[in-house]
Structure formats: structure tokens, C-alpha cells
């Protein structure tokens, strides 16, 4: 069956520095992506989302990497600060609006 | 204003009780979902509806039965309660691609 796993539970940088999160997925036919962040006591949130016709996308101090050939995604957060600190999801959406999470990735940002 | 809200936020409770938890979403989408997520974080869907009508139901234990009034709202009833059923219970809808995500509701049973 389908699956979308992170590779680390768990991931501490520390404020300022630059802070990638890995996801993996095993469905080729996935064509959609997207990352959530999801805070201490709130619902997931999210962030940015790729396209498979997409390697990359851009927002505010995030950026996504879509490598459809290793079936890798990534999110990278530029200058980490203390409000980063979360629980980042990828979700692939296929059909019906049906996401599949993955186990999600626990960031802390050290001051 | 709130754009997928849940009520109640915390709910704790005896074993075998029945209880409900309701969802509302003011954002115009057709297609709301109940997921389940564990201590561990992980996130499992359990339903989805689209317009109302049941589209996902991902082997569930029949004591849950969830209920789309109209499709704005889609609540969640839980008879017989267990142990185990002691989780966060998010709602979320969407309108194409990514979901919205309400608060949460923490269910804890004793």
C-alpha cells in the first residue's frame, strides 16, 4: 500500500540556523504535496504545497524540494526561529482529497 | 472568525459512556473529514464526506458513526467508549487541496 514516512522523529537546531525536514513517499502516481505545521494544543496548519510538475517552491523563509525520481520530498526552513517549533506533517493528495500524513518530524529550536 | 471550529475542546469521560463532538466550517468547502491522532502524533483519518455524503470510512469500529446534517457541519458520535479511544479528534474540510484543520478535541476516558 501507500505509505509517507519522514526519516527523523525528531530534529533540534538552533535559532538562526537553517533546518531541512525529509519525507519520503512510495507512490509514484502522487501528484500532490503538502507540508503542515502543526503547533503545541492546535490543529495542523498549513504551510506550502508542490505539484509533481514542480522540482521547487518558494514561500516565506520555507522552500519545498520535490525529487520525483527518489520519491523525495523536502522542507526547508531558512533562519529557524523559536516559533518554528512544531510538529511538521508532508501529506500526499491524490484522489477525493484524500491525504495520507506521514508520522510527522517534532522540530525544537534552541535559543 | 474561525474557519473550522470543534466543540467540545476537552472531553473527559467514563468508560462505556456515549458522547458526541461536533464540527462546523464556515469556509464553503463540500468535504469534511475526522481524523485520530495518537499520543505519538501520528494522524489517521477516519471519515470523510463530500456534500453530505459518506466517501471515506477507513475500517472504523462501528461504535463511531459520524453525521453530516448538511455540509457545513459533520459531527462525530462515539457509543460504548473504550480506553483506547482516548486521543485528539480533529475535524478538517477542504475545498480542493489542502485541508483546514479545526482546534482539536481531547478526549480522555477513564
Known amino acids: 500500500g501507500e505509505s509517507v514516512g519522514l526519516h527523523l522523529p525528531t530534529l533540534s537546531v538552533q535559532e538562526g540556523d537553517n533546518s531541512i525536514i525529509n519525507c519520503a513517499y512510495s507512490?509514484?502516481?502522487?501528484?500532490?504535496f503538502i507540508w503542515y505545521k502543526q503547533e503545541s494544543g492546535k490543529g495542523p496548519q498549513f504551510i506550502i504545497d508542490?505539484?509533481?510538475?514542480?522540482d521547487k517552491r518558494q514561500g516565506q523563509r520555507v522552500t519545498v524540494l520535490l525529487n520525483k525520481t527518489v520519491k523525495h520530498l523536502s522542507l526547508q526552513i531558512a533562519a529557524t526561529q523559536p516559533g518554528d517549533s512544531a510538529v511538521y506533517f508532508c501529506?500526499?493528495?491524490?484522489?477525493?482529497?484524500?491525504?495520507?500524513f506521514g508520522d510527522g518530524t517534532t522540530l525544537t529550536v534552541k535559543p | 472568525d474561525t474557519a473550522v471550529s470543534q466543540t467540545p475542546k476537552y472531553l473527559v469521560t467514563q468508560m462505556g459512556n456515549d458522547k458526541s463532538i461536533k464540527c462546523e466550517q464556515n469556509?464553503?468547502?463540500?468535504?469534511m473529514y475526522w481524523y485520530k491522532q495518537d499520543s505519538k502524533k501520528f494522524l489517521k483519518i477516519m471519515f470523510s464526506?463530500?456534500?453530505?455524503?459518506?466517501?471515506i470510512n477507513e475500517t472504523v469500529p462501528n461504535r463511531f458513526s459520524p453525521k453530516s446534517p448538511d455540509k457545513a457541519h459533520l459531527n462525530l458520535h462515539i457509543n460504548s467508549l473504550e480506553l483506547g479511544d482516548s486521543a485528539v479528534y480533529f475535524c478538517?474540510?477542504?475545498?480542493?487541496?489542502?485541508?483546514?484543520f479545526g482546534p482539536g478535541t481531547r478526549l480522555l476516558v477513564l
Open positions: 508542490i505539484r509533481s510538475n514542480m
Open positions: 469556509l464553503g468547502h463540500d468535504t
Open positions: 478538517a474540510s477542504t475545498g480542493f487541496e489542502a485541508q483546514y
Open positions: 464526506y463530500n456534500n453530505k455524503e459518506l466517501i
Open positions: 501529506a500526499e493528495n491524490r484522489n477525493a482529497g484524500k491525504s495520507t
Open positions: 507512490n509514484s502516481a502522487s501528484d500532490y
